[in-house]
């Protein structure tokens, strides 16, 4: 079935007329057009530029200026804006001006030929040779590439995906693989987080031009977002080889360090880039970042106040001050992050950081009213920008109840890969799942690990590109695999996670969202055993609504959508109870902090393994942590925080609603 076009918005349909006047040269009446719109759409980005370039064309050009400044407050990163503020400067003949303001041009849109060659002709006036060369060595580049993919390159720069998309997907349809437009088409499935789509785009760009180093990068992008480090290692291994001062490719390598557990080596390449460069508010949090892990609290607090050093409204600093849960805002810092989240040309991602900084702020004040506006806030910004749909993720429930049965896993009870080794914690995130990560891997004989991501790429593998509704092919397709495909993907998962382990007998996958998919992990891995750590349902939701996650887990940017969540994971629970009966060791969070001892001796029975003391003095252990309860699983067990919600509780109505009588 066709897709339908695009409904266009009525300021777009406006927009249209506009520039098709200015296209006209008919300047005087695009530009009352433009002042009209600009009364109903005052923030508008595009509505501010029109104006401005007629201003310019009819000769206003301070006025222009003005209207460039208004742009540039509310949209700082818009790389035209400067382009045009160039061209201005350049009928004032400010040379120095023009240059400066064209190269912040570029820098943000190097697709951008009109800021190049005018750039070019400056530098000549001027007398700089050398850079004139360079201008002129852009130009020519983008002179040679289709003028459809230096636009939709010039689209995507600013942040136009959709219609950069449309421009280069309509491009490769007339003309065939083309290398450039193939690698912009995966940089737009990577800013989508459409990853499997970039991959393989990025793949087919390699293999014609294997030495394309930015396609390379790009290449390892994606396969570090896919959480496939041991191979983005050695894309990036080889780019560093190439470049080794390179910058970008040393962090990135930092980054697949970091997710392989080595923290300490990638601190150590932070700290060397940082010598190069002692103020870089981006590195200053990664080391933040690596320090907290490593339990190096104080030192990762001096960190994360550095990076808001070097900029005052960098929220993810602050956030992920505010995420050690242990730290307490001074009054200074709370103004700082009010005035910042308040300021019109504080980016859309600082503010929501910002919002639950704030939030988490007030909440240690005991101003719970304010706090929750600004939790409230942050949640709305993440909730527009989110295409989470409860309706997907109770689908899957349902197909997995209706696929997943008792005759399927009798069936193949013991096809999968027989290997004892794998220990999975599942379950809502927020539900204690880190403190028993924690208590577990103080035995001798466990290893703690991190959410890994090989159920989920297996799962990924098995519905291919069909990702929901009734006939989606997982888990449907689980009934048709045979034994020695159930063998083949439990080893593959087993050989898979070695990179992570050092070698105990035992080890724990603590990716929550795998309650999903303990009907796969039982045929794959029928030796394995799961935990499910659960947490009363209002304290558990809210304290996922008051959580930022780095990625995914976009149910939890309304109470409405959280509470439908925990009902579908309970729900799906009660099925594998049903049809895996002893199966899974269901861990109360409230019954591990009123009876340690009895919980810790419960859940070593159920793994078949000693009783271990260290396992009650779980804080001791020295370990990498990587979740938002870090700190926390650092200090003896407590009591604090589980009735926390009560104070949020006259806010908290539709998650009630939500839950119904589960709540």
Same mark, same amino acid.
């Given at each position: 079935? *066709?897709?339908?076009?695009?409904?266009?918005?009525? #300021?777009?349909?406006?927009?249209?007329?506009?520039?098709?006047?200015?296209?006209? @040269?008919?300047?005087?009446?695009?530009?009352?057009?433009?002042?009209?719109?600009?009364?109903?759409?005052?923030?508008?980005?595009?509505?501010?530029?029109?104006?401005?370039?007629? =201003?310019?064309?009819?000769?206003?050009?301070?006025?222009?200026?003005?209207?460039?400044?208004?742009?540039?407050?509310?949209?700082?990163?818009?790389?035209?804006?400067?382009?045009?503020? &160039?061209?201005? =400067?350049?009928?004032?003949?400010?040379?120095?001006?023009?240059?400066?303001?064209?190269?912040?041009?570029?820098?943000?849109?190097?697709?951008?030929?009109?800021?190049?060659?005018?750039?070019?002709?400056?530098?000549?006036? !001027?007398?700089?040779?050398?850079?004139?060369?360079?201008?002129?060595?852009? #130009?020519?580049?983008?002179?040679?590439?289709?003028?459809?993919?230096?636009?939709?390159?010039?689209?995507?720069?600013?942040?136009?995906?959709? *219609?950069?998309?449309?421009?280069?997907?309509?491009?490769?349809?007339?003309?065939?693989?083309?290398?450039?437009?193939?690698?912009?088409?995966?940089?737009?499935?990577?800013?989508?987080?459409?990853?499997?789509?970039?991959? $393989?785009?990025?793949?087919?760009?390699?293999?014609?031009?294997?030495?394309?180093?930015?396609?390379?990068?790009?290449?390892?992008?994606?396969?570090?977002?896919?959480?496939?480090?041991?191979?983005?290692?050695?894309?990036?291994?080889?780019?560093?080889?190439?470049?080794?001062?390179? @910058?970008?490719?040393?962090?990135?390598?930092?980054?697949?360090?970091?997710?392989?557990?080595?923290?300490?080596?990638?601190?150590? +390449?932070?700290?060397?880039?940082?010598?190069?460069?002692?103020? &870089?508010?981006?590195?200053? $949090?990664? +080391?933040?970042?690596?320090?907290?892990?490593?339990?190096?609290?104080?030192?990762?607090?001096?960190?994360?106040?550095?990076?808001?050093?070097?900029?005052?409204?960098? &929220?993810?600093?602050?956030?992920?001050?505010?995420?050690?849960?242990?730290?307490?805002? &001074?009054?200074?810092?709370?103004?700082?992050?009010?005035?910042?989240?308040?300021?019109?040309?504080?980016?859309?991602?600082?503010?929501?950081?910002?919002?639950?900084?704030?939030?988490?702020?007030?909440?240690?004040?005991?101003?719970?009213?304010?706090?929750?506006?600004?939790?409230?806030?942050?949640?709305?910004?993440?909730?527009?920008?989110? @295409?989470?749909?409860?309706?997907?993720?109770?689908?899957?429930?349902? =197909? =997995?109840? %209706?696929? !997943?049965?008792?005759?399927?896993?009798?069936?193949?009870?013991?096809?999968?890969?027989?290997?004892?080794?794998?220990?999975?914690?599942?379950?809502?995130?927020?539900?204690?799942?880190?403190?028993?990560?924690?208590?577990?891997?103080?035995?001798?004989?466990?290893?703690?690990?991190?959410?890994?991501?090989?159920?989920?790429?297996?799962?990924?593998?098995?519905?291919?590109?069909?990702?929901?509704?009734?006939?989606? @092919?997982?888990?449907?397709?689980?009934?048709?695999?045979?034994?020695?495909?159930?063998?083949?993907?439990?080893?593959?998962?087993?050989?898979?996670?070695?990179?992570?382990?050092?070698?105990?007998?035992?080890?724990?996958?603590?990716? *929550?969202?795998?309650?999903?998919?303990?009907?796969? /992990?039982?045929?794959?891995?029928?030796?394995?055993? +799961? +935990?499910?750590?659960?947490?009363?349902?209002?304290?558990?939701?809210?304290?996922?609504?008051?959580?930022?996650?780095?990625?995914?887990?976009?149910?939890?940017?309304?109470?409405?959508? /959280?509470?439908?969540?925990?009902?579908?994971?309970?729900?799906?629970?009660?099925?594998?109870?049903? !049809?895996?009966?002893?199966? #899974?060791?269901?861990?109360?969070?409230?019954?591990?902090?009123?009876?340690?001892?009895?919980?810790?001796?419960?859940?070593?029975?159920?793994?078949?393994?000693?009783?271990?003391?260290?396992?009650?003095?779980?804080? %001791?252990?020295?370990?990498?942590?990587?979740?938002?309860?870090?700190?926390? #699983?650092?200090?003896?067990?407590?009591?604090?925080?589980?009735?926390?919600?009560?104070?949020?509780?006259?806010?908290?109505?539709? $998650?009630?609603?939500?839950?119904?009588?589960?709540?």
């Amino acid at each position: 079935m *066709p897709e339908s076009a695009p409904s266009v918005s009525p #300021v777009e349909s406006e927009l249209t007329a506009i520039r098709m006047r200015i296209e006209k @040269r008919e300047f005087l009446p695009a530009l009352q057009s433009a002042r009209q719109l600009a009364a109903e759409y005052p923030h508008n980005r595009d509505v501010l530029y029109s104006i401005a370039v007629c =201003q310019r064309y009819l000769k206003r050009i301070p006025e222009a200026l003005e209207t460039l400044a208004l742009l540039q407050a509310q949209h700082p990163a818009y790389s035209r804006l400067y382009q045009e503020r &160039g061209y201005c =400067q350049t009928a004032l003949r400010d040379a120095p001006g023009a240059i400066e303001s064209f190269l912040h041009a570029v820098n943000l849109n190097p697709a951008l030929p009109g800021s190049w060659s005018t750039l070019q002709r400056l530098f000549k006036m !001027v007398g700089d040779a050398a850079n004139e060369r360079t201008a002129a060595a852009h #130009v020519a580049t983008l002179a040679r590439l289709p003028a459809q993919v230096v636009a939709a390159n010039s689209m995507f720069a600013d942040g136009d995906l959709a *219609p950069a998309e449309l421009v280069v997907r309509a491009y490769l349809l007339e003309h065939g693989n083309h290398v450039e437009a193939m690698r912009l088409l995966a940089r737009i499935g990577l800013e989508r987080d459409v990853l499997d789509d970039a991959e $393989l785009l990025l793949e087919a760009v390699l293999h014609a031009a294997p030495d394309y180093a930015a396609a390379r990068f790009d290449y390892a992008t994606v396969l570090l977002r896919r959480h496939r480090h041991h191979d983005a290692l050695q894309e990036l291994e080889r780019l560093c080889a190439s470049e080794p001062d390179n @910058r970008a490719y040393r962090t990135s390598y930092a980054g697949a360090l970091v997710g392989l557990g080595n923290h300490q080596e990638a601190l150590q +390449i932070y700290r060397e880039l940082k010598t190069a460069n002692p103020h &870089g508010a981006e590195l200053e $949090l990664a +080391i933040g970042h690596c320090l907290k892990t490593l339990g190096r609290t104080a030192e990762a607090i001096e960190a994360y106040r550095a990076a808001t050093d070097v900029r005052a409204d960098y &929220g993810e600093a602050y956030w992920s001050l505010a995420n050690l849960k242990t730290y307490r805002f &001074g009054d200074d810092e709370i103004r700082s992050m009010r005035a910042a989240c308040e300021a019109l040309e504080t980016a859309r991602a600082d503010r929501w950081h910002l919002s639950f900084a704030l939030g988490k702020a007030y909440e240690d004040c005991g101003a719970y009213a304010e706090s929750f506006d600004f939790y409230a806030q942050g949640n709305a910004l993440k909730k527009a920008d989110s @295409r989470y749909r409860p309706e997907s993720t109770e689908s899957n429930a349902a =197909q =997995q109840i %209706r696929h !997943v049965t008792a005759q399927l896993l009798q069936r193949h009870e013991r096809s999968g890969y027989q290997d004892s080794s794998a220990i999975f914690i599942v379950g809502l995130p927020r539900a204690g799942s880190t403190l028993l990560e924690q208590i577990l891997a103080s035995h001798s004989k466990v290893e703690g690990t991190m959410e890994l991501a090989d159920i989920p790429r297996l799962v990924l593998h098995l519905q291919g590109r069909e990702l929901e509704g009734a006939d989606a @092919r997982y888990p449907a397709i689980l009934a048709g695999l045979s034994a020695q495909d159930l063998h083949a993907l439990g080893k593959q998962y087993i050989d898979g996670t070695r990179i992570y382990r050092t070698g105990k007998p035992r080890f724990i996958d603590k990716m *929550p969202n795998n309650f999903r998919h303990i009907g796969l /992990i039982s045929l794959i891995l029928p030796d394995a055993r +799961i +935990i499910d750590a659960r947490r009363e349902p209002m304290a558990c939701c809210f304290s996922n609504y008051k959580q930022l996650f780095a990625h995914g887990q976009e149910f939890t940017y309304s109470l409405q959508d /959280i509470g439908r969540y925990y009902r579908s994971y309970v729900e799906l629970m009660r099925h594998w109870d049903s !049809v895996l009966p002893g199966r #899974v060791l269901r861990v109360q969070h409230e019954e591990v902090v009123a009876d340690l001892e009895g919980q810790v001796r419960r859940m070593l029975d159920f793994l078949e393994l000693e009783f271990e003391p260290q396992c009650l003095e779980f804080h %001791r252990t020295e370990r990498s942590v990587r979740t938002a309860s870090s700190e926390q #699983v650092r200090r003896p067990i407590s009591t604090d925080g589980l009735e926390q919600w009560r104070c949020f509780e006259p806010w908290l109505a539709p $998650l009630r609603e939500a839950l119904g009588a589960l709540a």
